[in-house]
């Protein structure tokens, strides 16, 4: 989900633009000489980049010493709930946060609303899917670092030998071609695999079918909502997919890289999948180099195209002393120069709407107007305060329909009683 997108682009060589953007002391307070150490605790995407960006950040600003420390996001979770009631080293200024942790962070006091601090120019200028992934309520948390969503991706040489001139625009004619590719034997089994088995990414999936259906996770009042009629019809018509073979029958048991695999060795006509596919997509590797293409998710008869959102953010804590210095640098790798760069040089799609109009990025990423254009219809994993805990169980229970154990209707019942239970005891 955190890759390179653009790992096969042509870098297009520009002066140092971190250099000329503008922008703390430990959380524990202390000071070196009077200048201010921020402590920042991230995930390791685009770490080698984050890591430049800090020391030219220190360069320009010479009252302000950033010291990053990065870990795998599986580890990232719980390093920062460790983190919230330490002291000294063990304290951070900056965490970098999960769209799927702002509820559970920001409603414990985790994160400090940082709403007061946008500019007008970043309110109108982000991405709104963007500025989505680090609100809650009426409140902003952070600045988000990057854009992704799980995207469609479709092989369009073989659509071509098949007779289709277009992706499919509806999940009926994703059917309907799916069995075309595989009858006159384009494709050597199903034509498409998905990544079903059971982890987070399986929840971000069924987010995908739930919004292409219409559907929903909460209502209005926060009540679990994916258990209505399009929720069903979501589920129904995953399990259904893969019970018929439309869908291979072992995406119960695939991940991420297995499904890009398959598409990559252009064995699969379709995938769904995070920005980082495009990049190995189009590798040296890659047997279909030049041949994919971005579509919009199919979505069921009058229902939007909605794209399953992960990204992620920087938020300030409220250990830190040096609340200003921290937005500081949190602006700055926020800022459309360094978003640029970043793009550029580790493959982000960018927060800001006019970069995607950049003639420097769109000079060899064919793509990038057509992730623009899915940006604009997305669907978040709803965020709870005990979302660890619904995420378990509801990968429990769409495995369980996916391998038909139960039907739809009653598994979901089954989950949104569980999940009004979790909210009922604090959790």
Known sequence: MKKSLLGIMSLVLIPSLLAGCSGGKPASGANDGGVQTIRVLSSD??????????????????????????????????????????????????????????????????????????TDEMKQGILPASLQIASLGEEIYGVPMFNDVVFFYYNEELLKKAGFDHPPVTWDEFTAM???????????????????????????????????????????AGKPAFNDEKGVQALTFMADSMKNGVIDKASINYNDRQVLDAFKNGKTAFVAGWSFYWGELNGSDSKVKGKVKVGMVPAAEGAPHTAATGSMYLAITPQSEHEDAAWKFIEYLGSKEVQKQQSLEAGSLPIWKDLYSDADLNQNFTALKDMEKQLEQVISRPSLDSYNEFSKNMQIVLQAVLTGQKDAKTALDELAASTEQLAANGN
């Open 45 to 118: 995407d685009f770490a080698g980049f984050r890591e430049k960006a800090v020391e030219e950040f220190n360069a320009k600003n010479p009252d302000i010493k950033v010291v990053l420390d990065h870990v795998a996001y599986d580890q990232l979770h719980d390093k920062e709930l460790a983190s919230f009631n330490a002291s000294g080293d063990a304290a951070y200024d900056i965490v970098d946060v999960d769209e799927i942790w702002t509820s559970e962070y920001a409603n414990a006091g985790f994160i400090l609303p940082v709403t007061d601090r946008y």
């Open 178 to 220: 799916s069995k075309a590719l595989q009858e006159k034997g384009i494709t050597p089994g199903s034509a498409s695999a998905w990544g079903w088995s059971a982890n987070e990414g399986l929840v971000a999936y069924f987010a995908e079918f739930l919004g292409s259906f219409g559907g929903k996770f909460l209502d209005e």
